[in-house]
């Protein structure tokens, strides 16, 4: 199985790696690069037994569409074994109609390249879709949005912050006095994500990205 996630920027791009790596066992395999709408996006690729995951931080909220239609584009060009069978996008609930925003983006952009699907779209949900790639085949796969935090509104970065906050509120306060993002992400990474059931709550339905 070929997976992806698209997110906004470094914070979220480091964020999961490690707790896919940590939480799910991922192994890292290398950072790489693509091009989106002449923007270079970072990526980092990771591996589990047979399966391939893509991390994409895609350079902010409003970059993410671009992000999106890169993925499905490539699908339709790819060979079916070649393709992305799981699509999720992250981002943060900024503002209180960041949700609906996002579920009519998907839909746009599907649209856009002809996929049908089912069911409504709506956040923490998988929605089955079908597609047609260049070879003629008929395809599927499946898309997850996830806007965190579900409940209240404000950034992925603090939610995780908050989580942390309650369990333990040293380390939280130590997060909280570096500003400084390299020395930040470091602290980050060595947090122990793994350990906070709040924050395996939201991020669940990133267990099914194996085969």
Known sequence: MRSVILCEGSTDFVLLQYYMRKVHGWEYKKNDSVLIKGYKARKCVLKKDHSELNIIGCGGCSRIPEGLQFILDSNSLSAEDEAYDR?????????????????????????????????????????????????GDNCKAKILLLVIPFEDTGAMETFLLDAVGKADPYDAQIISDYNQFVERQNILKNIPWEEYTSIQKSFEKLENLTE
């Open 87 to 135: 699509i999720v996008i992250i981002t943060d609930r900024d503002e209180v109609e960041t949700e609906s925003e996002f579920e009519t983006i998907i839909a746009t952009e599907l649209r856009k390249q002809q996929i049908e699907w089912k069911d409504d779209i709506s956040n923490d949900k998988w929605i089955d879709f079908h597609y047609e790639n260049g070879q």
